[in-house]
């Protein structure tokens, strides 16, 4: 018991620690980061907001980029990865309505990953196929039909992530993690 509590401590304060250094990033510093996400094609004129809200430059391309986190990685992201992203924050139902890209080619970064099967899932487990990327693109589709015949294994370099839910989405990876 006495080992699981220092455990529980140095894990509760190395995450303080993490969250502090993202905490002290600058507008610039996080602009940066943000733009690591996806080509200068898209990037240049894309609008830059936390996943807050916060705005930290406008855009004028209809893309919306975001700096990484402990949770997420940088990534750039059409007008539906947004509108997935906020349902999936507030646990609402989503439907697609268009295929959308969102760019994620700094891959995870410093976040901690995701599960394959549990949107919601803060943490590995056993059963939940807990992955972390690298540089990859994510695409929703308008019609949960498309998705049938595709892998849901995530060593695939293509493969269904969150089969089943109303975030289900494609993964085609770019390059491997670093």
């Given at each position: 018991?006495?080992?699981?509590?220092?455990?529980?401590?140095?894990?509760?304060?190395?995450?303080?620690?993490?969250?502090?250094?993202?905490?002290?990033?600058?507008k610039?510093?996080?602009?940066?980061?943000?733009?690591?996400?996806?080509?200068?094609?898209i990037?240049?004129?894309?609008?830059?907001?936390t996943?807050?809200?916060e705005?930290?430059?406008?855009?004028?391309?209809?893309?919306?980029?975001?700096?990484?986190?402990?949770?997420?990685?940088?990534?750039?992201?059409?007008?539906?990865?947004?509108?997935?992203?906020?349902?999936?924050?507030?646990?609402?139902?989503?439907?697609a309505?268009?295929?959308?890209?969102?760019?994620?080619?700094?891959?995870?970064?410093?976040?901690?990953?995701?599960?394959?099967?549990?949107?919601?899932?803060?943490?590995p487990?056993?059963?939940?196929?807990w992955?972390?990327?690298?540089?990859?693109?994510?695409?929703?589709?308008?019609d949960?039909?498309?998705?049938?015949?595709?892998?849901?294994?995530?060593t695939?370099p293509?493969?269904v992530?969150?089969?089943?839910?109303?975030?289900?989405?494609?993964?085609?990876?770019?390059?491997?993690?670093?």
């Amino acid at each position: 018991m006495k080992r699981f509590v220092v455990l529980a401590v140095a894990v509760s304060v190395c995450l303080l620690v993490t969250s502090m250094a993202w905490a002290e990033k600058t507008k610039e510093e996080l602009i940066a980061d943000a733009e690591s996400a996806a080509p200068a094609l898209i990037t240049e004129n894309a609008a830059i907001t936390t996943l807050e809200g916060e705005v930290l430059r406008e855009g004028s391309n209809g893309w919306t980029c975001h700096p990484g986190s402990m949770v997420i990685g940088p990534m750039c992201n059409q007008p539906q990865w947004d509108a997935l992203l906020s349902a999936l924050m507030k646990k609402e139902p989503f439907d697609a309505e268009e295929f959308s890209v969102s760019y994620m080619l700094a891959g995870e970064g410093e976040a901690i990953g995701a599960s394959n099967t549990d949107p919601f899932a803060t943490e590995p487990t056993d059963d939940n196929d807990w992955v972390k990327e690298g540089p990859h693109l994510m695409i929703t589709v308008p019609d949960p039909a498309i998705l049938e015949g595709l892998s849901t294994d995530p060593t695939d370099p293509v493969y269904v992530m969150w089969k089943g839910t109303p975030y289900a989405h494609i993964m085609v990876k770019i390059a491997a993690e670093d």
